[in-house]
């Protein structure tokens, strides 16, 4: 069983920057890949990034490649999603989940939904143009 928490969403004007916290708890975080995906109202469910459990392997959907960054703190059960040039489109509630489908040190997570075990209540970002 894991438990996330995400954090630090809010409203921000475009071109401005956000950091999105996601804690852990539950397992050892040391040991699965973790996603960050977003949902605007009327739309599915998107990847936005994910990173392997060591850290060494990121992956980020093209929309987002440049601007956003996703790090983790082993230490700290926390995982963040760093938002700069941020943009109207980038406006809906973020989600941090957990993939426990590999457990290799270099296995990026999914960019698929039902890859996820566990995920967080999630976060609203809202960006005003």
């Known amino acids: 069983q894991v438990q996330l928490v995400e954090s630090g969403g809010g409203l921000v004007q475009a071109g401005g920057s956000l950091r999105l916290s996601c804690a852990a708890s539950?397992?050892?975080?040391?040991?699965?890949?973790m996603g960050w995906f977003r949902q605007a109202p009327g739309k599915e469910r998107e990847f936005v990034a994910s990173i392997s459990w060591s850290g060494g392997m990121t992956h980020y959907a093209d929309s987002v490649k440049g601007r956003f960054t996703i790090s983790r703190h082993n230490a700290k059960n926390t995982v963040y999603l760093q938002m700069n040039s941020l943009k109207p489109e980038d406006t809906a509630v973020y989600y941090c989940?957990?993939?426990?489908?590999?457990?290799?040190?270099?296995?990026?997570?999914?960019?698929?939904?039902?890859?996820?075990?566990?995920w967080g209540q999630g976060t609203q970002v809202t960006v005003s143009s």
């Open positions: 989940a957990a993939d426990f489908s590999n457990a290799s040190p270099e296995y990026s997570g999914s960019y698929q939904v039902p890859w996820y075990n566990y």
């Open positions: 539950g397992r050892t975080f040391s040991s699965y890949a």
